[in-house]
């Protein structure tokens, strides 16, 4: 079953644990110095937030699936949406092991597809934006390289 995923970028880890923790009524399931992720079942919603972004708020949105079937069916319909993908493979990033691929809506709001294999010690490599700011996920597709095809890492 899929998972829908939310990445904010906040200012201040602590107090958004805190609000996040009130509002979810659970800890988080994975705590770093610069990152948390709640694994919600009501909603079904992969929850993270890092201080790793320079623009705070929303920094992506994403699916997560359980398989390969799934992520082959997801990846198909990325294919019918009318706009590049950018498939990044097997790759570490936000302190997991997973294979994802990328593309941006029509508003240049970048969706992640990932099945995740396993989790790290590491969060990954941050990603610079061409405007100068930093993402707050390892490599994900900027507007501009978006629609060239090129990759952005």
């Not at 992520?71 to 498939?87: G, H, I, M």
Request: proline letters at 5%; aromatic letters at 8%.
């Amino acid at each position: 079953m899929k998972r829908m995923h939310i990445n904010l970028s906040v200012t201040n880890l602590d107090d958004s644990i805190g609000f996040y923790t009130s509002l979810f009524d659970m800890e988080p399931t994975v705590r770093k110095q610069d990152y948390a992720r709640w694994m919600l079942d009501d909603p079904r919603v992969n929850f993270a937030i890092t201080t790793r972004g320079e623009r705070k708020g929303i920094d992506h949105l994403g699916i997560q699936v359980e398989n390969e079937n799934e992520l082959d069916e997801v990846y198909s319909r990325l294919r019918t949406a009318n706009a590049p993908v950018l498939e990044q493979g097997e790759t570490t990033c936000c302190y997991a092991n997973s294979v994802k691929s990328w593309i941006l809506d029509p508003d240049s709001i970048p969706w992640e597809t990932f099945l995740t294999r396993g989790e790290s010690a590491v969060f990954g490599a941050d990603e610079v934006h061409p405007r100068g700011q930093v993402s707050a996920c390892c490599s994900r597709p900027q507007a501009d390289s978006a629609k060239t095809g090129s990759s952005c890492c």
